[in-house]
């Protein structure tokens, strides 16, 4: 059964930070990886997709790599705004065809 | 291009009580899922449709929850009777062929069962 977790549950940076935000799941079959925002009372938006063949995929200052052999993927984001202050999730498609969801991480970035 | 929409934003109801969510997808999406969402954890699949097909629906409290997508479109989800743990968010999402594309997620129904 596919289960996966993200650490740290909650973190709070300076504006400007470099930051990685964890992801790590216990099948290492899967399809793709999907990294996802939550703003307070909204739905999800795609932030970054990587398919199983795929290492990395970047958008503007956002890169999420894939290491399927160790089970893990991170979302690196460069010098944080207090916009980027969300729920970042990550989910994961496996051979259930379903994607499976971390709890997120809560972070916060002051000013 | 609109997003997934749906309605009500907010419902309080009590328990035993039934309530019913909407959901309009992004046009020409065939897949249509719900999720539902619990407080502090991540969202869970519900249903998932493949234009008016259930593709998946083994984690629905079928003895409670009801889903239909009629004409391949719009999505109702329903809940009867409802328990207090049924208090969540209820998301709605599209994609445009099948699951291994990029999901588009609705604002989600905030319900409340006292």
């Known amino acids: 059964k596919q289960e996966v977790t993200q650490i740290p549950a909650a973190l709070s940076v300076p504006e400007g930070e470099n930051l990685v935000l964890n992801c790590s799941f216990t099948?290492?079959?899967?399809?793709?990886l999907q990294w996802f925002r939550q703003d307070p009372g909204k739905g999800l938006t795609s932030l970054l997709l990587?398919?199983?063949?795929?290492r990395e995929q970047t958008s503007g200052r956002l890169n999420a790599s894939l290491d399927k052999s160790s089970g893990r993927s991170t979302l690196y984001i460069a010098a944080s705004q207090p916009g980027d202050s969300a729920t970042y999730l990550c989910?994961?498609?496996?051979?259930?065809?379903?994607?499976?969801f971390g709890t997120g991480t809560r972070l916060k970035v002051l000013a | 291009e609109a997003g997934v929409a749906q309605s009500p934003r907010y419902k309080i109801i009590e328990k035993r009580q039934s309530v019913a969510f909407w959901c309009n997808p992004i046009?020409?999406?065939?897949?249509l899922y719900w999720y539902q969402q619990i407080l502090g954890q991540g969202p869970k699949l519900l249903i998932q449709?493949?234009?008016?097909?259930?593709?998946?629906d083994s984690q629905l409290p079928k003895d409670r929850f009801s889903a239909e997508r009629l004409k391949g479109v719009d999505s109702t989800l329903k809940i009867q009777p409802a328990k207090l743990e049924d208090s969540a968010v209820y998301l709605c999402?599209?994609?445009?062929?099948?699951?291994?594309?990029?999901?588009?997620f609705g604002p989600g129904t905030r319900l409340l069962v006292l």
């Open positions: 449709f493949q234009n008016n097909g259930v593709v998946d």
């Open positions: 990587i398919q199983s063949s795929q």
């Open positions: 999402a599209s994609s445009h062929l099948n699951y291994q594309e990029t999901q588009y």
């Open positions: 099948d290492s079959a899967i399809y793709n």
């Open positions: 989910a994961v498609l496996s051979g259930t065809y379903k994607y499976i």
């Open positions: 046009s020409g999406h065939a897949t």
